[in-house]
């Protein structure tokens, strides 16, 4: 039986249970516990530098407000690189394909950073809607464009992770499709196939990381806006 190509972005289900539940639980479960030594192993070691480095990275710019949220975004990152890369191993399923899973993480945060700038600075926050020197025959049109440009961004943020999540697993089964069909009848274009396919993984598995890296800055800069 030929099955579609987008079937392997169908959520997984066995005996007509979900699986959705235990693809989320299952980067936390992978992820090494801190250890109560003076000395840690190198794994954990690693972890806490790259942490570091995110973090510092990230909340440079922003004032001291914005680095209360410093756990909130190093945990979706990591959350969100990992969920990206398991799901690039065989016989796999990638929660972050499907875009309502991606909007549960884009609305509410989003909706964190506007509710935060309406409370402490509620004139500024309202101020982006209309920038300072609009003539007034363009204030009315001009607030409806900056409102939906406001109201489109949790979309945006999970409709930019799933196009690329889902395109580039796509591709990869189309390649690995071709490679298979060539390889009785033209071995050699077989293996150029092939090797463009290593290298597509490669170029995947960036994509993942820096995907994870974008929806979390995205949202940082929201939050520059309202702090």
Known sequence: ???????????STHLGIPLMALALVLPWILLPTPSPRWLNNRLITLQSWFINRFTQQLLLPMNMAGHKWAAIFASLMLFLITLNMLGLLPYTFTPTTQLSLNLGFAVPLWLATVLIGLRNQPTAALGHLLPEGTPALLIPGLIIIETVSLLIRPLA????LTANLTAGHLLIQLIATAAFVLLPIMPAVAILTASILFLLTLLEIAVAMIQAYVFVLLLSLYLQENI
């Open 1 to 11: 039986m030929i099955l579609s190509f987008f079937d392997q972005f169908m959520s």
């Open 157 to 160: 943020l999970g409709v930019r």
